[in-house]
């Protein structure tokens, strides 16, 4: 458990040059998150708690680092990006530990701003454009993002992640379906093998050059507001996952996340227009097949197998985001 004391909020609002009293609210566990207001003031106080950190809070020093980074590249590039205002990458701070602390973005998430129907489309359009933007940062290696971007080749013998080699995503697919075939038909399992099999050798070129992936990029993590000339993103929040690789991950689990929401239907074609084109259906249905079970919860119904199996026989975005699974 963690939890922030009334001395280590006066402690942490002096740190950010603020002198009245700061309201502090848990929003999220594992990682942590906190709302901390203070008068106008907004920011959000993340710390890194997930299980696979473990005991040793100096690493996480590095996912600050990381994610600062992140959001540093954004806007070095010119697009909008979550302000970093306190980045304590070690023990000497009010918490005992690593801690990143952003300012509050303008408007609200895209999945909650989609429900006023007159300018659906429309802030669809400006996600697909910013998205694209984003897409189009290069660099000349794989990895996670830090300052300048990844320095050297993959370690083959460390982890990685799927958006960062075809030959991982082969292999995290292939360790997917080991794990679930028990619960699964045999004709199923099957389709998948010969699918999985051929990853490397398809998606080989999507990885070349290795270009900004949000990595997590869920709708609703983007903040979307409107103004006198129409629907803009300020920028999106959580780049805990942000890596240079394949760009085609972050339009999954857009997708993902888009399926069940009901308000606009045919979420993607404005999306893509904004995007400026359409990605590969055929590619982008093998990464959705060898997404994990977990990625689908409350978005997707219907069981494992109905779900894969409605991807496995989609021949269109019609198909895959119209027709229900089951």
């Given at each position: 458990m963690l939890t922030i004391s009334e001395e280590q909020s006066r402690q942490i609002a002096r740190l950010l040059g603020l002198h009245g009293p700061m309201i502090v609210a848990q929003v999220k566990a594992y990682n942590h998150v906190y709302?901390?207001?203070?008068?106008s003031?907004?920011?959000?106080?993340?710390?890194?708690?997930?299980?696979?950190?473990?005991?040793?809070?100096?690493?996480?020093?590095?996912?600050?680092?990381?994610?600062?980074?992140?959001?540093?590249?954004?806007a070095a590039n010119g697009l909008a990006a979550t302000e970093?205002?306190?980045?304590?990458?070690?023990?000497?701070?009010?918490?005992?530990?690593?801690?990143?602390?952003?300012?509050?973005?303008?408007?609200?998430?895209?999945?909650?701003?989609?429900?006023?129907?007159?300018?659906?489309?429309?802030?669809?359009?400006?996600?697909?454009?910013?998205?694209?933007?984003?897409?189009?940062?290069?660099?000349?290696?794989?990895?996670?993002?830090?300052?300048?971007?990844?320095?050297?080749?993959?370690?083959?013998h460390a982890w990685q992640h799927r958006c960062w080699s075809a030959r991982q995503r082969q292999r995290d697919a292939q360790t997917m379906l080991l794990s679930e075939e028990a619960n699964l038909s045999p004709v199923l399992v099957q389709a998948l093998e010969s699918e999985f099999a051929t990853i490397e050798q398809r998606m080989g070129s999507a990885y070349i050059p290795p270009r900004y992936t949000l990595g997590d990029c869920h709708a609703s993590h983007f903040f979307v507001?409107?103004?006198?000339?129409?629907?803009?993103?300020?920028?999106?929040?959580?780049?805990?996952?942000?890596s240079a690789g394949d760009r085609g991950e972050d339009l999954v689990k857009f997708a993902i996340e888009m399926y069940d929401i009901s308000a606009y239907a045919r979420w993607w074609e404005p999306f893509f227009d904004g995007y400026g084109g359409t990605p590969d259906f055929d590619l982008f249905r093998l990464r959705l097949l060898g997404a994990t079970g977990p990625e689908f919860l409350d978005s997707w119904p219907g069981t494992r197998e109905q779900i894969l199996t409605h991807i496995l026989n989609a021949q269109s975005w019609e198909d895959l985001f119209l027709k229900r699974a089951g």
């Open positions: 709302r901390l207001v203070s008068g003031d907004i920011f959000y106080l993340k710390t890194y708690t997930k299980d696979w950190y473990g005991d040793d809070l100096a690493a996480t020093g590095a996912c600050v680092e990381h994610e600062a980074s992140a959001w540093a590249i954004l970093v205002v306190l980045a304590c990458r070690d023990y000497e701070n009010p918490l005992g530990r690593p801690f990143l602390i952003t300012r509050q973005l303008r408007g609200a998430p895209l999945t909650e701003q989609i429900r006023q129907p007159s300018g659906a489309a429309a802030m669809l359009r400006a996600a697909g454009a910013y998205l694209s933007r984003v897409h189009a940062i290069t660099f000349p290696f794989p990895g996670y993002l830090i300052p300048g971007g990844p320095m050297a080749p993959l370690d083959q507001f409107n103004d006198v000339d129409g629907w803009h993103v300020a920028g999106f929040v959580d780049a805990e996952v942000a």
